[in-house]
């Protein structure tokens, strides 16, 4: 029976409130099956913050009974080998009522295995921490067979079951291993890609991408980023954990997309803006399902917030001009198209819909560079 997973909590407490249903009026579990609960099955303000129920509490409760709960809880059985603090297990819990038990343990052992196989290698090796991050994707590719493409399959435990990780899976598993041997990454967010970022132990900044380190100007360059989504904190900066939650948030709504689960994949995609209100990918994928539901002020609404995060959003233009368009607002239907041919026209989408609002203007030719919208 798969888990019913609550995505606005976290994992230990939403792993611990889908198993025992009686988990807060009791204040805790019964896990010695004895009619009490007590000692450390007691949960209450554990780090003695002030505060009861915080992330840290639900931590420190499955550190303190881990054996117990493994042995009770198929889900933290799975993660065992893992630390109670790798913030991959986040992800996992998003993915486990999208998979069978089988594969969330497969991927949890693959995980375990390749750490293992790792700080094996490592032994006796004096390795800078970019080094390090290089190392771990090395041993992926060559320890592991894991080939690095990019697909459209975004589930990280479908990517595993695969042996083809992409930009971000890759990532994710990078973190992963990272915080079992003590290396902290962060994620990075480029149009349309992530990679991650390190600091060396003598401060030095790095970013690792699929196991190269490339510089910040590259992206900029080879990416079309606008400097204005730089400055507004969208793309090549360093993202916080909760931004971390949002891309996991991410790829469960596209995992949904694929089977054709468009309500929770709406909801995944509206919790990951709550958490990183410049996510630009998912205001723009809340605006496709919007769009297919017949919701276009919501859908429009999407793009226009997608394109303030990231002008040279192309799809964002598109989805922005069909919405119009439908509306019968030809002429701004058409500077959204043009907008787009402008920042790459070589996108068919964006030529075919614009020639369709030109026929029906009745307009055989009109510049793409004269109806742009400033964003």
Known sequence: MLMKVDITKFWVEGVLKDYFADFQTKNGADLD?????????VFGDLNQNGVIGDREDYQLYLEKNRNALSNAVPFFKYGEKLSVR??????MYLESDLHDAALIE??????????AMLVEAMDGMNLSNQELAEFIYDGMQMGMRIIFANQHNLSFVNNIRDHQLDCDTSSFATIAVGDEIGLTFATVAAPNHIFLRGIDKDGHVFNIDFGDNILDSVYRSELNIHPKSEEQGAFLITQSNLQLESLFLFNRGNTLVTIGELRGALAAF???TQLDPNNTIAHHNRGIILEEWGQLSGALAAFDRAIQIDPNS???HNGRGFVLSQWGQLHDALMAYNCAIQIDPTDTTAL???????????????SPNAWCKSW
């Open 33 to 41: 099956k004895n009619g009490k609960t007590e000692g450390s099955e």
């Open 86 to 91: 790798n913030r991959i297990h986040q992800l």
């Open 106 to 115: 497969g991927a949890y052992e693959f995980l375990a295995d390749l750490t």
């Open 270 to 272: 509206d919790r990951a």
């Open 314 to 316: 192309v799809s964002a």
């Open 352 to 366: 075919h819909n614009r020639a369709v609002v030109l026929r029906k203007l009745g307009w055989y030719y009109d």
